[in-house]
C-alpha cells in the first residue's frame, strides 16, 4: 500500500518563476491538503482540496492555487515566485470520513533564488 | 498572541527518563490535538491524537489534555536517542463552525535525548 508520493523532491527557482508541486494521496484517501514549513517553524496551512474543490484556504496570496483530479491527485502552483516562499511544501492525505488522520507526504524542497 | 504554542527548546533529556512536552492553545473550540514527531529532513509523523480532557496512552507515549486550561501535553516514557527529533503540537481550530481538518501547528519542540 503506497503511502503519500510528493514530486519532485527539490526544485530550485529563480525569483518571478512559476512552480507546480504533485502529490498523491494514500490508497483509500480523497482529501489532499497543503502545508507550507519554513525552516524552524510548524506548517502552515495553505489550502484544503475535496471533490476537485478548493474547501477551506489559510492566509495565503491569491499567487497560491491548487487543483485536484478525480483520482484524488493534486497540484499545488505557485506564480511570482518569491525568495520567501524557498520552504519545505508538504501535501497531507486524509479521508473525509476520518479527516483527523493525516498521513504527510516526504515534501518537495523548493529554494527560490 | 500565537495560536499555538510550544517551547522551541531544545529539551535534552537521558536516556531512559520521562520527556516532558507541552503545548498551550488559544481557541476555546478546539476540538482534536495531535502530536507529530519530525526527524530532521524528514516530513511529520502522526504519534497521536486525542479528544477528551484526560489522558490517552500508545505505547511509550502518553498524550494528556486539559480543555479548561487549553493545554495539552506528551510524555514520553524510557526515552530513547531514536527518540530524538522536533515534536510539533497541532490543533484542529473551528472556523465558522467548520474545521474540515485543517491542523495549525506550533513551532515545535527539539528533544534530545543523550545515552
Known amino acids: 500500500d503506497a503511502g503519500v508520493t510528493q514530486s519532485p523532491t527539490h526544485l530550485i527557482k529563480t525569483r518571478g518563476q512559476q512552480v507546480t508541486l504533485r502529490c498523491s494521496p494514500k490508497s483509500g484517501h480523497d482529501t489532499v491538503s497543503w502545508y507550507q514549513q519554513a525552516l524552524g517553524q510548524g506548517p502552515q496551512f495553505i489550502f484544503q482540496y475535496y471533490e476537485e474543490e478548493e474547501r477551506q484556504r489559510g492566509n495565503f496570496p491569491d499567487r497560491f492555487s491548487g487543483h485536484q483530479f478525480p483520482n484524488y491527485s493534486s497540484e499545488l502552483n505557485v506564480n511570482a515566485l518569491l525568495l520567501g516562499d524557498s520552504a519545505l511544501y508538504l501535501c497531507?492525505?486524509?479521508?473525509?470520513?476520518?479527516?483527523?488522520?493525516?498521513?504527510f507526504g516526504p515534501g518537495t524542497r523548493l529554494t527560490v533564488l | 498572541q500565537k495560536e499555538v504554542e510550544q517551547n522551541s527548546g531544545p529539551l535534552s533529556v537521558p536516556e531512559g527518563a520521562i520527556a516532558s512536552l507541552n503545548c498551550t492553545y488559544s481557541?476555546?473550540?478546539?476540538?482534536?490535538f495531535f502530536w507529530y514527531r519530525q526527524y530532521s529532513g524528514k516530513s511529520p509523523e502522526l504519534i497521536m491524537f486525542i479528544y477528551s480532557n484526560g489522558d490517552k496512552e500508545d505505547g511509550r507515549f502518553t498524550a494528556q489534555l486539559n480543555k479548561a486550561s487549553q493545554y495539552v501535553s506528551l510524555l514520553i516514557r524510557d526515552s530513547q536517542p531514536s527518540d530524538s527529533a522536533t515534536y510539533l503540537c497541532a490543533v484542529n481550530m473551528i472556523a465558522g463552525g467548520t474545521s474540515y481538518g485543517k491542523l495549525t501547528f506550533g513551532q515545535g519542540t527539539i528533544l534530545t535525548v543523550h545515552p
Open positions: 497531507a492525505s486524509s479521508w473525509d470520513q476520518a479527516l483527523n488522520e493525516q498521513f
Open positions: 481557541d476555546r473550540g478546539s476540538q482534536s
